[in-house]
């Protein structure tokens, strides 16, 4: 199992539709959790991050962070064509030494 | 502000060689990281530096060193370049090491070996 999962994609939404990316990751001792957002040939870019169970609202990117379940997910209302892109989870993991895990992300299409 | 500055942008070596990869902050951040990213694999971490002064290895660090020149920048060394080392290798930094220090990325080099 690897530590952090991401389903690869594509994940292919209408514009204006809500886009729901998923995330899950193996570390209990995990606390907190980023997501980034990086377009085809560049940087990735932090969107926002979450530390507490429950949902954390930014303008149209809303976390959630569900700790029992060992899942995090990025809601992105009104996607844009401007969103197209592949998102990156990573957890910084709490157990032992350092450890700052990203997943291998989801690439989002949004169709105009 | 320029954030994270990485140098070169693009490099092409030949197997055997060795080169260094620079990069520069201006956030007054103590930590620093390089990664590598390949297809498929996501990004993975090479080195890390908790604060100035101090490296440590991450899950990658075969073929590697580092150098924390002092707070501002932290180069990556490849000594004799191999083609499994081609890749693009992001800079990033963070006020500090620890739960809840979102990362800042450099714009990347992209190095082929060939």
């Known amino acids: 199992q690897k530590e952090v999962e991401q389903n690869s994609g594509p994940l292919s939404v209408p514009e204006g539709a809500i886009a729901s990316l998923n995330c899950t990751y193996s570390?209990?001792?995990?606390?907190?959790f980023f997501w980034y957002r990086q377009y085809s040939g560049k940087s990735p870019e932090l969107i926002m991050f979450?530390?507490?169970?429950g949902d954390k609202e930014d303008g149209r990117f809303t976390a959630q962070l569900n700790k029992a379940s060992q899942y995090v997910s990025l809601l992105i209302r009104d996607s844009q064509p401007s969103d197209s892109a592949t998102y990156l989870c990573a957890v910084n993991m709490g157990s032992g030494a350092y450890k700052y895990i990203f997943g291998t992300g989801t690439r989002l299409k949004v169709l105009a | 502000n320029a954030g994270v500055t990485q140098t070169p942008k693009f490099q092409v070596l030949k197997t055997g060689q060795s080169m260094t990869l620079q990069c520069a902050q201006d956030?007054?951040?103590?930590?620093m990281y390089w990664y590598r990213q390949d297809p498929g694999m996501g990004l993975r971490l090479i080195y890390y530096?908790?604060?100035?002064?101090?490296?440590d290895k991450g899950e990658v660090p075969n073929g590697y060193n580092v150098s924390r020149l002092n707070k501002r920048e932290f180069s990556l060394r490849l000594e004799s370049a191999a083609p499994s080392q081609t890749s693009v290798y992001f800079c990033?930094?963070?006020?500090?090491?620890?739960?809840?220090?979102?990362?800042?990325f450099g714009d990347g080099t992209r190095l082929s070996i060939l």
């Open positions: 979450i530390y507490s169970n």
């Open positions: 570390d209990r001792g995990s606390q907190s």
């Open positions: 530096s908790a604060s100035e002064g101090t490296t």
């Open positions: 956030m007054n951040h103590n930590s």
């Open positions: 990033a930094s963070s006020e500090a090491l620890g739960v809840g220090q979102p990362q800042h």
